[in-house]
């Protein structure tokens, strides 16, 4: 199995806060330090037994919460009953009333959650200019243990930049960074733990902006570290935020080869999953990838971590 490295810089831009309505990340940060993981792409690169994934298409908005097709479970196929579990199997969700009724349920176990108008086009727009206009987007970063320099373009071929706050400052995007954080805590209610408390652990990444351009992929993945990596560090990821920057026609889906989906990127739309158990394991049934764009294609990116639960203080 080969190990990869996601290099993000840690930074808690998660502000702890008694409501999950009035979360901010925080201007000061403490030491930064490195979020890396060792943990790769499993043994599956090929999709699920050979069938190809199949096409999520958005629904309608709807008032009722959303059942996920072909759900593995079919009596915990109900949104509600899948939030419910989340807050042992995982981590707490408790998105708020009008966006729980528009929220898709496209797996149920493990939970995958895509979030139509998460982001007005504009923001995003927004996002995508910052992102260019910096001149800072790089071969996004992985390294890790197997690899050599180079080996990384094999893996991952795209383009980031990570939005720390003196750069979302100096483009004009600290509103939209800071918002990325504050709708993911406070809309999403991720890290909710009852009566509107956001769990004083959890931390957040800097944001990324990804660009792929023609051709770029990043093959089958976990965002979560492996277990022996996350206990040194005392982090693991928890939860994984995409938002889709654009709509892309051709090419560029987030492929779940072991759940047997892909999410075809429109813009404004989020995806949510949750890369690691309660207890710090990684899920592997989160495995993942984006597959090579033909049109250009531009997410938002961001983790939410916390330390790993028998070092919790
Ligand atoms: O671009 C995508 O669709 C997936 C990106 C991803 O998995 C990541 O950045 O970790
Ligand atoms: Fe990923």
């Known amino acids: 199995m080969v190990a990869v490295r996601h290099s993000t810089k840690l930074g808690p831009w998660l502000a702890v806060a008694s409501f999950c309505a009035v979360v901010f990340p925080r201007d000061s940060f403490l030491a930064p330090r490195r979020a890396e993981a060792d943990r790769g792409p499993s043994n599956n690169n090929n999709g699920n037994n050979g069938s190809p994934p199949k ?181 693991q990821r928890r939860v994984t935020l995409l938002v889709y920057l654009n709509d892309v026609e051709k090419g560029g889906a987030t492929r779940f080869p072991k759940l047997g989906f892909q999410v075809k990127p429109r813009q404004g739309q989020a995806l949510l999953f949750f890369p690691s158990f309660a207890n710090g394991r990684p899920d592997p049934r989160t495995l993942h990838s984006a597959e090579a764009a033909e049109d250009e294609k531009w997410i938002a990116q961001v983790w939410i971590g916390s330390p790993m639960p028998s070092h919790r203080r």
């Open 55 to 235: 096409a999520v298409k958005p629904r309608a908005s709807s008032r009722r919460p959303a059942r996920a097709k072909d759900l593995p479970l079919t009596k915990e196929g109900c949104l509600e009953e899948v939030l419910a579990k989340l807050v042992t199997s995982h981590v707490p969700v408790m998105p708020a009333p009008e966006v729980k009724a528009r929220m898709q349920l496209l797996h149920a176990d493990p939970a995958v959650f895509l979030i139509p108008d998460f982001w007005p086009k504009e923001a995003c727009q927004r996002l995508i200019n910052a992102a260019n206009s910096s001149g800072e987007i790089r071969q996004s970063s992985i390294t890790g243990q197997g690899i050599y320099a180079g080996e990384e373009r094999q893996i991952r071929t795209s383009g980031s930049v990570v939005m720390k706050p003196e750069m979302a400052r100096r483009y004009n995007a600290e509103d939209l960074v800071r918002r990325l954080i504050r709708d993911l805590v406070g809309t999403l209610g991720v890290g909710c733990a009852g009566a509107g408390q956001v769990s004083k652990l959890l931390t957040s990444e800097y944001p990324q902006v990804v660009r792929y351009e023609r051709g770029q992929y990043f093959t089958d993945h976990e965002d979560a570290f492996a277990a022996s990596k996350a206990r040194v560090d005392n982090y």
